[in-house]
T-cell receptor, first 115, second 116 residues
């Protein structure tokens, strides 16, 4: 499967726990983007990363949220001390070496539910 | 002012008709434009990208770009019930003055309903 892979597809956490969402970009893609979407709402940009660098994190809350895209391995979106308001679908997308001027291809998303 | 604006709809068209979806953007130097389709509960799926003024056709889909008027549209010919979805417009504003990349901005989407 050469597409963007996200796991897990569904994640359930209790308030105060940590959530780790993983994203493996398409083969050959070095730009990764994370978005959050609430039901019946649009995509909200969170963070844009290249390998080992955060390019733009203007959409990510400054507390509890962090993201990384290491030299080896998938990109990780980490949410510490989750709260009910973190319940949403989190989508990862990747684009080719040219960056955001190239089309973004989306993974199937991780549905995060906070009990 | 929103950076990328779309009418939320729903836009209802009869089966077989042409559906016209519109998107306006505020950044005059925007360079790359994308249309995505998102079915309920699914991830966005790329339909088309367009980079220069004019029309770009792909099957039943035609993207139209007018940079002077700062709008991009998507036409769907011979609309089918399976086209019923939310259509997202996305715009890339180019490089920053520092040389880095700007992010892509998505509109909130237009919900299309094709009536059999």
């Amino acid at each position: 499967n050469a597409g963007v892979m996200q796991n897990p597809r569904h994640l359930v956490r209790r308030r105060g726990q940590e959530a780790r969402l993983r994203c493996s970009p398409m083969k050959g893609h070095s730009h990764v983007y994370w978005y959050r979407q609430l039901p019946e709402e649009g995509l909200k940009f969170m963070v844009y990363l290249q390998k080992e660098n955060i390019i733009d994190e203007s959409g990510m809350p400054k507390e509890r949220f962090s993201a990384e895209f290491p030299k080896e391995g998938p990109s990780i979106l980490r949410i510490q001390q989750v709260v009910r308001g973190d319940s949403a679908a989190y989508f990862c997308a990747s684009s080719a070496w040219g960056g955001p001027d190239q089309p973004q291809h989306f993974g199937d998303g991780t549905r995060l539910s906070i009990l | 002012q929103k950076e990328v604006e779309q009418n939320s709809g729903p836009l209802s068209v009869p089966e077989g008709a042409i559906a016209s979806l519109n998107c306006t953007y505020s950044d005059r130097v925007s360079q790359s434009f994308f249309w995505y389709r998102q079915y309920s509960g699914k991830s966005p799926e790329l339909i088309m990208s367009i980079y220069s003024n004019g029309d770009k056709e792909d099957g039943r889909f035609t993207a139209q770009l007018n940079k002077a008027s700062q709008y991009v549209s998507l036409l769907i010919r011979d609309s089918q019930p399976s086209d019923s979805a939310t259509y997202l417009c996305a715009v890339w504003g180019g490089r920053k003055r520092s040389g880095g990349y700007q992010k892509v901005t998505f509109g909130t989407g237009t919900k299309l309903q094709v009536i059999p």
